[in-house]
């Protein structure tokens, strides 16, 4: 398991970068690797109440899952749904290659 | 007809009622008052123009007819752009949506048109509601009407601008951390955040799901519970929004505002933000806000909320987690910016895409929040936040055993200049401590504006608490304490703020309102 008390390098937030799908330029990486470590910082502070008798909340009132009838309501048409694509050909959203020469 | 943007919406529909002014004569002075102020305030990203006129005129013929929708038909307002709108684009002030038409309104929306009301165009925010000063918007900042050298909160610092400015009289708003209430604060407004799932989230643009809530922006607190009268209540369209019968926000204005009175309500002023390190006149005009509650017959108990001081830790890893999870559907294919640089796979155009669409906050909280949810960090960072809302919600519950509304100043400062915490997140962060843990724990609040502070003559803001689903204690004790401060002040606060649409002098020496000794 990761040490979560360790320090955020530029390797880190490069990786990262990576997962979010961001083309980060390494001036950006460097300033954020050094943000993010006093964020983070600051933000360990949870860690200190956070004890294994207390419950998570992930959404403030209590909910159950809302489930409809399974019918067709008013959905947009197939023009409304690619009204705002950077490009579509035939009814379709049109992307560039999805694999790269060496895969 | 200079008078008309100085009405309240609630005085405009008793006019337009009365046939006294049309709503195209309303929509129009609006219009006008936009294009005499905009270039110092810059409250918005779009203005509607020839198709606010054209719905104007249309709402004026159903009303000659006998057929106004509501109340409130005719009634122009400004619309947050974080909001979709299917005329109108739709960026949520990010470059990733510029120009962006959705197709579909968003349910507070279209309810507002449903019931008549006007939209007279976008207003400006931080990229996609992360920020509290609006210097993070992908098109410049929005400038504090009381100061054009201050900014006006954030994130919905656009819209609160806006009514503060008279350029529209109500206005929408969403309040992930405070962008609702901060916003109202430092501009002299009112601002309300509903109950979680009180007002549809349906066509907002989302920002931290768990978090998000829409809500009215006015100048008054009757115009607020107005608005919220018309957006509120259940949308199958949004499966968090709550399926209770909600009593009327306005009618609870209107009884607080004729009680005069505060007899019998217990106002619990939460020690952890009672204004312990805050602005010295932040501080004062608490104390004495509390006091003419108390010589209004209230009760004047405090409450102690332990864990409010590790709200904003436990929100900045929440928010950036949930948030880099809702900005993954930024991906160049369905919508927004691609850029496509040649000879690339989709997934190196969406890399690209995403470093040119999104600024420096955004891009800063998507990578804090792929941090906190990584493997191996999880549990440590967003579990543990996960719990720290828990005992946020359990501080809430015993205080409300011993208060029926809490209160707090809405801000720890007042509208402070631009670039003193643009470069800093971590004191940028800490301008919402007062007003999160309320979304913490998905309870409504209210900011409404207390006086100013004597150190720089600008707004101070109240901040009212109440349990999730009594929305209308807030509107209730809000409308009474507004009604208290008017009569002793003889004017509304926002009559104290300078004119606008003045020529703007040439910055140097002697040239500046106060003879150049900044």
């Known amino acids: 398991m990761p040490d979560a008390s360790a320090e955020i390098t530029v390797a880190d937030v490069q990786h990262l970068a990576g997962l979010a799908r961001i083309a980060l330029e390494p001036g950006e990486i460097e300033h954020l690797a050094g943000e993010l470590n006093q964020i983070v910082d600051s933000v360990r502070k949870v860690q200190e109440v956070a004890t294994p008798d207390v419950p998570a909340t992930s959404h403030p009132l209590p909910l159950v899952n809302v489930l409809r009838a399974d019918e067709v309501g008013a959905v947009l048409t197939q023009q409304q749904v690619l009204s705002g694509a950077p490009d579509a050909f035939d009814g379709r959203f049109r992307v560039p290659a999805i694999l790269g020469e060496e895969q | ?518």
């Open chain 2, 1 to 518: 007809m200079s008078d008309l943007i100085h009405w309240t919406a609630a005085e405009l529909a008793g006019h337009l009622a009365a046939g006294d002014v049309s709503s195209v004569e309303a929509t129009r002075a609006h219009l006008d008052r936009i294009a005499e102020v905009e270039p110092d305030v810059h409250a918005f990203l779009h203005v509607a123009g020839e198709a606010a006129m054209a719905r104007a005129a249309e709402i004026d013929r159903l009303r000659a007819a006998g057929e106004a929708p509501s109340p409130l038909a005719g009634v122009p307002v400004a619309i947050k752009d974080v909001l979709c709108t299917a005329d109108m684009p739709s960026t949520a002030a990010s470059k990733i949506l510029e120009g962006w038409i959705p197709p579909y309104d968003a349910t507070p929306v279209a309810r507002l048109r449903a019931a008549g009301l006007i939209p007279l165009g976008k207003t400006n925010m931080d990229e996609f509601a992360m920020g509290s000063s609006t210097e993070y918007s992908a098109y410049g900042p929005t400038r504090n009407p009381w100061d054009l050298t201050r900014i006006p909160g954030g994130s919905g610092g656009g819209s609160a601008a806006a009514v503060a400015a008279f350029e529209a009289p109500v206005a929408l708003g969403s309040d992930t951390g405070g962008s609702i209430r901060q916003p109202a604060s430092v501009t002299g407004s009112v601002g309300v955040k509903p109950t979680y799932g009180g007002v549809s989230r349906y066509g907002a643009i989302a920002l931290a799901s768990s978090l998000d809530q829409v809500g009215p922006v006015s100048r008054t607190v009757l115009d607020a519970g107005l608005i919220h009268d018309v957006i509120g209540g259940y949308d199958p369209n949004d499966a968090t929004s709550l399926k209770d019968e909600w009593p009327s926000m306005a009618e609870a204005a209107r009884r607080g505002a004729a009680q005069g009175s505060l007899d019998g309500v217990r106002v619990g002023v939460v020690k952890q933000l009672n204004g312990e390190g805050f602005q010295e006149g932040v501080r004062a005009r608490f104390a004495e806000s509390l006091e003419r509650m108390a010589a209004a017959g209230a009760e004047i108990v405090e409450v102690e909320a332990p864990h409010f001081e590790y709200a904003i830790s436990a929100y900045y890893l929440i928010l950036p987690a949930e948030a880099s999870s809702n900005l993954a559907k930024y991906d160049s294919v369905r919508f927004g910016l691609r850029v496509d640089p040649g000879r690339s796979t989709t997934e190196q155009v969406m890399s690209v895409s995403r470093e040119r669409g999104f600024g420096p906050e955004v891009k800063r909280r998507i990578i804090l929040g792929t941090y906190a949810l990584s493997a191996g960090y999880y549990d440590a960072y967003y579990g543990s936040a996960q719990q720290v809302r828990t005992l946020v919600q359990r501080d809430f519950t015993a205080a409300f055993e011993q208060a029926d509304v809490l209160v707090s100043p809405s801000t720890p400062t007042t509208a402070f200049r631009f670039g003193e915490k643009v470069d800093d997140p971590l004191a940028m962060y800490l301008n919402d401590v007062t007003t999160i843990p309320a979304n913490l724990a998905g309870v409504p609040g209210m900011s409404l504006p207390i006086g100013l502070a004597p150190e720089d003559g600008l707004p101070v803001g109240l901040q009212i608490m109440a349990p999730a689903r009594e929305d209308a204690r807030l509107y209730r004790v809000g409308a009474t304490l507004e009604a208290l401060q008017d009569a002793e002040w003889g004017a509304p606060l926002l009559s104290r703020a300078p004119e606008l649409g003045r020529p703007v002098p040439v910055p140097g020496f002697g040239t500046e309102p106060d003879g150049g000794t900044r």
